[in-house]
């Protein structure tokens, strides 16, 4: 029986000593995890836009990133609410809001070797926000509709050529990005020629969708022959082997901008502006199409841009011509000549 003391003893001994080490690794591993630092950011885009973002960041930064979902009027109302107790760093935003936050001395200017290789049209002039990536609006036409038809869709005054293409696009009263269409092709075009466009292809139309997804969708399903659609969406379906194919509208198109801005209150200005520039490189954006979200980017020096650039992709920068109240009108008007049809 003392023979086989020695053992007893030595197998508690190890025993415990690997159940402290597995606690201590456990306990340093929480320690390290909430003892990272962190970067607040309040935002307006889909949460799980973001939250890719954040968890990539974490893995390569060893910083932690907190996001806020929020409407643009809650963000706005939170910031001011906040100004005192220092909690924003950072607003990942549309153009149009970011534009607002700056308006309303939200943030603070912030310029990096990273942030100025973005071109102009893409960032604030005194770099209080700078564009991270954008999303045109482009036809995404069905395959077999473009086997079947003599004359290939490339312009928009190519849409109303062919009276039995079944089209799809976005109702302009429910999303903010379709309407920065009818905005975009009012300022370039005229209002009249503009809405008279859209009532001659109004009888083509096979759903005014409620969500910016939808027409991609269904071409791909062949569901309507052309969608006005967002880039992103339509390239989900392309990368997926859909018979889709997109075509850049070669007299223009217009486009949603998401930018970045340093906010003046910001607890964490160091972390906050690395982050910045890290949202500036390929990493930031090909961390996004692995998940499956296919936005543009600004930054010149990728190689995502280079290839895009070599489609010749016209854009419009009309973004901001019209007020809130003149926005409202266009859209009364569209409603009442395109959709219901009233001179």
């Not at 962190?38 to 973002?53: D, F, G, M, R, S």
């Not at 603070?108 to 002039?125: A, G, H, K, L, W």
């Amino acid at each position: 029986m003392k023979r086989y003391l020695p053992l007893l003893v030595m197998a508690i001994f190890v025993a415990l000593v690997i159940t402290a080490t597995t606690y201590l690794i456990g306990y340093a591993g929480k320690q390290n995890k909430n003892s990272l630092p962190t970067i607040n950011v309040y935002t307006t885009l889909p949460i799980e836009q973001v939250a890719v973002l954040a968890q990539e960041y974490e893995k390569v930064a060893k910083v932690r990133v907190t996001i806020t979902p929020l409407t643009e009027k809650d963000l706005f109302s939170r910031l001011i609410e906040d100004a005192g107790d220092r909690q924003a760093d950072l607003i990942l935003a549309n153009r149009k809001t970011l534009k607002q936050a700056r308006n309303n001395a939200l943030l603070i200017p912030y310029q990096s070797e990273y942030t100025d290789i973005v071109p102009n049209r893409f960032q604030d002039t005194d770099g209080y926000w700078v564009g991270i990536w954008y999303d045109p609006i482009i036809f995404a036409v069905n395959q077999d509709y473009l086997n079947s038809t003599k004359k290939k869709p490339a312009k928009w005054s190519d849409l109303p050529s062919d009276s039995k293409q079944r089209l799809g696009l976005t109702d302009f009263l429910a999303a903010d990005a379709a309407a920065n269409l009818l905005y975009t092709l009012v300022a370039a075009n005229g209002e009249q020629p503009t809405l008279d466009l859209f009532k001659k292809i109004h009888p083509q139309v096979v759903q005014y969708a409620k969500f910016l997804a939808t027409p991609a969708r269904m071409a791909s399903m062949a569901e309507v022959d052309l969608a006005i659609a967002v880039h992103s969406e339509a390239m989900r379906y392309v990368k997926d082997g859909f018979p889709v194919q997109i075509i850049y509208p070669e007299e223009g198109t217009a486009f949603l901008l998401t930018g970045v801005g340093l906010v003046r209150s910001a607890p964490h200005t160091v972390e906050a502006q690395q982050f910045i520039d890290w949202l500036t490189q390929e990493e930031a954006l090909a961390c996004m199409a692995e998940h499956k979200f296919y936005f543009m980017p600004t930054n010149p020096g990728t190689p995502t841009y280079r290839e895009y650039a070599a489609k010749n992709i016209k854009l419009l920068d009309h973004h901001d011509m019209y007020s809130p109240e003149q926005q409202r009108k266009i859209l009364d008007n569209w409603v009442q000549q395109a959709r219901l049809g009233i001179q």
